[in-house]
């Protein structure tokens, strides 16, 4: 995902931001309570002449009574924020985890089942056996539920639910989660509506370019969407045709991009108007002139009621929430059980903790680095069954105030990226690249694209240092890009080490002046007599990130004192916006899969989301697309473990990251929250299921 910030998973932490996408993190809470002490002594009477025991059982840990300030309110903390509020435009989590709390969804996932699904705003999730999926698995039949309201009082229609993924299409943009619906309804390999008007891919994300297209084509992309997504207001029925068949497609629709819009409040508000005349004034919308970046009008259990730019979020509770059924056994139905939800964007770590401490907030965001600090006052630990994929019952140990939950399964990653062409030029020179120029006080823009500079950044890295010190030990070094599990990983498949040695080979194998002469042995001067400056950016407030970049400093100034790497923390969006520009040379940011399957992983890490932001060459994607096209069009699993095997090798030799490790995920919270479950593709929590004592 979808970049995402990372999340409810101790993920990349920000599993808030995880593109995404995209950002990563984990949860804490705190109370303050009255230890009681009670002594009892057992006096044992014997017969006369014998000697009388006393003896003090021992002291039992008597249950505290945990009880918040607020029952009604819910304090969450942490680094960052959204970058924008749009459910087409959103790619990560902290965004995510919003708009799933104010919108509804078509089919949401079943409770902490990340592969079984629930009816949302359908009436019950379509299959062959009940008519909703044609024998062929291309046409889907979704049953949308009526009686229920929008937050402006306005009747939720399938009309509306077409108008939504009409839009999502049509608005497009690789910053966007689009290119997961484009690629069912249009075919592999077609990742954005700009394809169905230029094949050659010259419009991608080019607003400008795109309104100025010859209008036939214009109208036949939109017509083409319009006929794959049609509504039926007086049958009840929304119908949608797929390119081909797509087993993930139900996944796809159950994470946040697949919620529903009102389409009258869409066009009152400057959107989309649902006309073909109109639709490429919207294409490519970033989310600086988005007007639904900071506004919302959904159908979920929660409102939108403020943002205070850099403070904090405020929801509030609808309380004309439709549900009069649980959405799984003993979910909650009506009004949710909190009246308010409020995020607060706190960077320093030792606030946050202050506030846990105080009983003000419920959840704060725990950077693995962190967790020496708090485990300390865990008092309640429940651990994770893999035989189950769930929680085992909660054991109590002490009358700390927080609950840990500990031990669930990653499905995120926080790696290292390298941009092969960083932005810069004459008039806007990139200061990230120092001096711009190979001379020892910086790096020029086409640094990465060095295939050697690459895996030797690679071999400077060290995973044991990474994973001991900064995960707490409660880790993995990846092998290849996709999951233990999935199709073609091995965990004995060929991976990078910490190798001093073999990092100061390559770098004297590269030729960054381009004279046909290794670094190593040019005698007018390469890499490795020169020598190299540049800046690489984490996002703000996110320690982990922040070590990993100092761990890579650290090595490459050991292996050649000319080598200086600079570390500079970005507030998020700020963070997001340089990515998408190319305009940092290395940057460190995680990824949370929006679905479990190989090909959510290879394609935004190769051809898409971060592909994209890496500025790859289109003859290295060509060559890698190849597989990663036929691997997902594949339906042997042989076959495709096959074709998945082929291509982690190809990576390996030609290097664009640096892949990291896999942390399992640790939630902590206050022991007076109620409701708590983990489902690792969410992009956060869904508050609806939460209470407080």
């Known amino acids: 995902m979808r970049n995402k910030l990372f999340i409810l998973l101790s993920l990349i932490v920000a599993v808030s931001m995880v593109l995404a996408a995209c950002a990563p993190t984990e949860v804490v809470k705190t109370v303050v309570v009255e230890k009681e002490k009670e002594v009892v002594k057992t006096v044992e009477v014997l017969k006369e002449g014998q000697t009388v025991v006393v003896t003090a059982t021992p002291e039992p840990v008597v249950a505290a009574e945990f009880k918040s300030k607020d029952s009604t309110t819910l304090v969450t903390v942490s680094f960052g924020e ?96 689009q290119w997961l619906m484009t690629e069912p309804f249009f075919g592999v390999g077609i990742d954005d509506i700009a394809l169905l008007v230029d094949p050659e891919g010259s419009l991608y994300d080019d607003q400008e370019a795109m309104k100025a297209a010859d209008p036939a084509k214009l109208m036949e992309a939109c017509e083409k969407v319009k006929s794959v997504i049609v509504a039926d207001d007086a049958a009840g029925t929304v119908v949608m045709t797929l390119a081909q068949p797509w087993a993930p497609f139900v996944p796809t629709l159950a994470n946040s991009w697949g919620v529903v819009m009102n389409q009258v409040w869409v066009a009152a508000n400057g959107g989309w108007d649902g006309t073909c005349e ?78 846990l401490q105080a009983g003000d907030a419920d959840f704060a965001a725990v950077n693995r680095t962190d967790i020496a600090q708090i485990d300390p006052m865990v008092g309640e630990l429940c651990l994770y069954n893999n035989e189950t994929n769930d929680f085992d019952a909660c054991v109590a140990s002490s009358d700390q105030p927080f609950r840990l939950y500990k031990g669930a399964p990653p499905v995120a990653r926080t790696d290292a990226f390298m941009t092969f062409n960083i932005a810069t030029s004459a008039d806007s020179p990139n200061p990230l690249l120092g001096s711009g120029k190979l001379d020892g006080n910086g790096i020029p823009p086409d640094f990465f694209s060095d295939v050697h500079i690459r895996k030797a ?28 599990g999935m199709p073609g990983y091995d965990p004995n498949g060929p991976k990078y080490s910490y190798d001093p040695e073999m990092c100061a080979t390559e770098f004297k194998a590269a030729d960054l002046d ?41 090595n490459l100034s050991s292996v050649n004192e000319l080598f200086s790497v600079e570390i500079i923390g970005l507030p998020w969006p700020t963070f997001l916006k340089n990515q998408r520009a190319s305009a940092l040379p290395m940057f460190f940011s995680g990824w949370v899969e929006d679905i479990h399957d190989p090909h959510n992983w290879f394609q935004p890490y190769i051809l898409g989301t971060y592909g994209r932001r890496q500025k790859l060459p289109d003859d290295l994607k060509a060559e890698f697309a190849t597989l990663i096209n036929a691997g997902v069009a594949e339906t042997d699993p042989a076959k495709r473990a096959e074709i998945y095997t082929e291509l982690n090798q190809k990576i390996f030799d030609n290097p664009p990251q640096i892949i990291l490790a896999l942390q399992t995920a640790r939630h902590y919270e206050q022991r007076w929250v109620q409701g708590y479950y983990y489902n690792p593709i969410s992009p956060g929590l869904y508050y609806y299921a939460l209470s407080k004592k």
């Open 514 to 554: 381009k004279d046909g002469i290794p670094a190593g042995d040019d005698p007018e001067g390469d890499v490795w007599t020169t020598g190299f400056r540049m800046q690489v950016a984490f996002n703000t407030g996110n320690t982990v990130r922040q070590t990993i970049a100092e761990i890579l400093a650290g």
């Open 457 to 484: 950044f690679n071999y400077c890295f060290d995973w044991d240092i990474y994973i001991n010190d900064a995960l707490a030990g409660e880790a993995v070094q990846s092998v290849g890009v996709e999951l233990p």
């Open 278 to 355: 109109t639709w490429q004034n919207f294409y490519g919308t970033t989310s600086d002139v988005d007007p639904f970046t900071s506004i919302m009008n959904g159908t979920g259990p929660f409102k939108l009621e403020s943002w205070t730019k850099g403070q904090d979020i405020v929801l509030v509770r609808n309380d004309n929430y439709w549900r009069t059924e649980p959405g799984w056994e003993g979910g909650p139905t009506g009004p949710a059980a909190l009246e308010r939800v409020i995020f607060k964007k706190v960077d320093e770590w030792g606030t946050r903790f202050a506030m």
């Open 82 to 177: 959204p970058e924008t509020l749009d459910p087409a435009l959103a790619y990560e989590t902290a965004g995510g985890e919003i708009i799933q709390n104010v919108y509804d969804k078509l089919i949401d996932y079943d409770r902490e089942k990340p592969t079984t699904f629930i009816p949302q705003l359908a009436l019950e999730v379509p299959t062959v056996e009940n008519g909703g999926i044609s024998a062929d698995g291309t046409v889907y039949t979704f049953k949308i539920r009526t009686g229920v309201k929008f937050h402006d009082g306005a009747d939720m229609t399938p009309s509306d639910v077409a108008f939504t993924f009409q839009r999502g299409l049509l608005q497009g943009g690789t910053a966007s989660p």
